[in-house]
């Protein structure tokens, strides 16, 4: 069942600018239901954590920075092929590249503030569910692990 979920994280740029909702609703009308959601702030060592993969990397200390400095919008997205179907939603992660319509068209300010996170791969998807939500908290599927 796990390419069935995906995770979002609606970034504290689109938080910030007020566009929680806007973004909840091109999500459901694109036909994902919610099975776990939460408004939180990731400390610096979650970010860390949650982006251990990009360590190293010369953006790594920026993404870490950008992350923690406002509230985040998490959720467990449900739908059939979730993970693909939720990253052409959302679009390129440069916003200028981004097809019209898409999530990161819309409402990114631009390659580093780009107002959603998506998972990758379904893979990814089952750890950065549990990453933010214990198997109690995501409902509506079956269990993950």
């Given at each position: 069942m796990a390419n069935n979920i995906t995770l979002t994280m609606i970034k504290p740029d689109a938080v910030s600018n007020g566009y929680i909702g806007k973004i909840l609703n091109d999500i459901t009308s694109a036909g994902f239901s919610i099975a776990a959601m939460k408004l939180t702030q990731l400390t610096r060592?979650?970010?860390?954590?949650?982006?251990?993969?990009?360590?190293?990397k010369?953006?790594?200390?920026d993404l870490?920075?950008?992350m923690i400095s406002g509230a985040i919008v998490a959720a467990v997205l449900k739908k059939d092929n979730a993970v693909a179907?939720?990253?052409k939603l959302i679009g390129a992660t440069n916003p200028e590249?981004?097809?019209e319509g898409t999530i990161r068209k819309k409402y990114a300010e631009s390659m580093s503030r780009n107002a959603v996170h998506g998972s990758d791969s379904d893979t990814s998807a089952n750890s950065e569910a549990h990453f933010h939500f214990s198997e109690r908290e995501i409902f509506g599927i079956d269990k993950l692990r």
């Open positions: 060592n979650d970010a860390e954590n949650f982006y251990a993969e990009h360590k190293g010369p953006f790594f200390d870490v920075e950008f179907d939720f990253r590249n981004a097809e």
